[in-house]
């Protein structure tokens, strides 16, 4: 599976410049490579992202999840979430778990892996739990 050169350049841009909130990605079947569907402006919050996934297709998010520490510092972690719903049809399913660690490996400085099959398993309460 290919990656399209614009994943890799949003993701910097989330990444560097926090030009963004959230990165949607989605597998083009027809160019057989991974692209980018939407982006997410920084003053989006993590609901807004958790709207944008289909609830019966699989999709790759990158997720720049800001926060406070106990000892009262500000920090940022960025979270990869393979999105799976069980309504996601297996074909699609099955490619994008095949896929996944290949594109990964593009996205150079994710620190969290979160895997997702409905809106409960990547809920803001898991998001902050893995965050600490």
Do not use: H
Not at 13 to 19: D, V
Not at 66 to 78: N, P, Y
Not at 101 to 123: C, H, N, S, Y
Request: charged residues 35%; neutral net charge; contains cysteine.
């Amino acid at each position: 599976m290919a990656v399209d050169d614009d994943c890799k350049r949003k993701f910097l841009e989330l990444k560097a410049k926090r030009t963004y909130r959230f990165v949607v990605f989605r597998i083009d079947e027809k160019q057989k490579q991974v692209v980018v569907e939407r982006v997410g402006e920084p003053n989006l919050t993590y609901d807004d992202f958790a709207a944008t996934l289909p609830p019966d297709e699989c999709r790759y998010c990158v997720y720049d999840f800001d926060f406070v520490t106990e000892e009262g510092c500000q920090k940022s972690k960025i979270f990869f979430i393979a999105w799976s719903p069980d309504t996601a049809k297996i074909r699609s399913k099955m490619l994008y778990a095949s896929s996944k660690d290949r594109f990964k490996r593009e996205l150079d400085g994710i620190q969290v892996e979160l895997q997702a099959t409905d809106p409960t398993e990547m809920g803001l309460d898991v998001i902050r739990g893995r965050a600490n």
